[in-house]
């Protein structure tokens, strides 16, 4: 069963940083693209960046290029989110989800990241 | 950018009913257009991807279809069960989600 779990997420300041993970299990992690996706409190979905399975293709929103930054630990079945100068509308729960039939086959339960002073 | 508008943005219907949501791209999106179910407070899953292709274990009252710019998710009898937000997201340039269907029991 493909499973996705989600950490890291909590209260910041604006202007500070935050890194997230996605811990991976029930496939073969090193061979799919991932992706982070977020949804703001009541609000609609957001794909934030894209990681291809060797971190060879990586792909940002507009609203986070230059601030955020994917990568992965293929040996550890975990994929990051550095996210940096964080500002209050980056408030979101944050999924991971992974490619599959499409982009977006499975995804973890999230988790919240509030950003205020 | 391509912009996706769902419609409706909330619909009430009765169990056994047969409900349409509707998406449309601004742009030709091809067939590169999927369906997602979010139940409160829970992740979204994936329903159909392709326009009409169903996602394993979904339920066959589900379905998908259109082309091009306009596309059509089917519940052609509703259950309890299938109270939900519904999201279409296009994968054909970028990555663009639509703003969602509130689906309520009547």
């Known amino acids: 069963e493909v499973q996705l779990v989600e950490s890291g997420g909590g209260l910041v300041q604006p202007g500070r940083s935050l890194k997230l993970s996605c811990v991976a299990s029930?496939?073969?992690?090193?061979?799919?693209?991932m992706n982070w996706i977020r949804q703001a409190p009541g609000k609609g979905l957001e794909w934030v960046a894209y990681?291809?399975?060797?971190?060879?293709?990586?792909y940002y929103a507009e609203t986070v290029k230059g601030r955020f930054t994917i990568s992965r630990d293929n040996a550890k079945n975990t994929l990051y989110l550095q996210m940096t100068s964080l500002r209050s509308e980056d408030t979101a729960l944050y999924y991971c989800?992974?490619?599959?039939?499409?982009?977006?086959?499975?995804w973890g339960q999230g988790t919240l990241v509030t950003v205020s002073s | 950018d391509i912009q996706m508008t769902q419609s409706p943005s909330f619909l009430s219907a009765s169990v056994g009913d047969r409900v349409t949501i509707n998406c449309k791209a601004s742009?030709?999106?091809?067939?590169?257009l999927d369906w997602y179910q979010q139940k409160l407070g829970e992740a979204p899953k994936l329903l159909i991807y392709?326009?009409?292709s169903l996602h394993t274990a979904i339920p066959s009252r589900f379905s998908g279809s259109g082309s091009g710019t306009d596309f059509t998710l089917t519940i052609s009898s509703l259950q309890p069960e299938d109270v939900a937000t519904y999201f279409c997201?296009?994968?054909?340039?970028?990555?663009?989600f639509g703003g969602g269907t509130k689906l309520e029991l009547k």
């Open positions: 989800a992974r490619r599959g039939v499409t982009w977006f086959a499975y």
């Open positions: 029930g496939f073969t992690f090193s061979n799919y693209g």
């Open positions: 990681i291809s399975s060797g971190s060879s293709y990586i």
């Open positions: 742009q030709n999106i091809n067939k590169y």
């Open positions: 392709n326009t009409n």
């Open positions: 997201f296009q994968h054909n340039s970028g990555w663009t």
